[in-house]
């Protein structure tokens, strides 16, 4: 029997409702991909990633690197980590995605 994506969940998921920015690949009429800055939203986190909703048009593919910045709840800083796009779920006519990100060591 196949276990559910929550069974092989390793690490807790957390609450952690903040802004983040993270690159993603744009096509431009000028240049045909290139990195651009994105501001999302964080959903939750664990130990293993996060969950992240975007925002507008910036549609993230799964098994793409995506840099990230997460900022600290307590102090102004934000640290920069490189996170692999594990699932997709796409959020309906606002073009926003709910992200599974996992931390890549």
Request: charge should be positive; charged fraction near 20%.
């Amino acid at each position: 029997m196949a276990q559910s994506a929550e069974e092989r969940r390793k690490a807790q998921r957390h609450s952690y409702a903040y802004p983040v920015t993270y690159m993603g690949k744009v096509s431009t009429p000028v240049a045909s991909l290139q990195e651009v800055p994105f501001q999302g939203k964080i959903v939750d986190l664990s130990n293993g990633g996060i969950g992240m909703e975007t925002r507008g048009h910036s549609f993230l593919e799964i098994g793409s690197l995506v840099r990230t910045w997460i900022p600290m709840s307590s102090v102004p800083v934000n640290v920069p980590v490189l996170t692999r796009v594990q699932w997709v779920k796409d959020k309906g006519p606002d073009a926003s995605q709910l992200v599974g990100l996992m931390f890549v060591l």
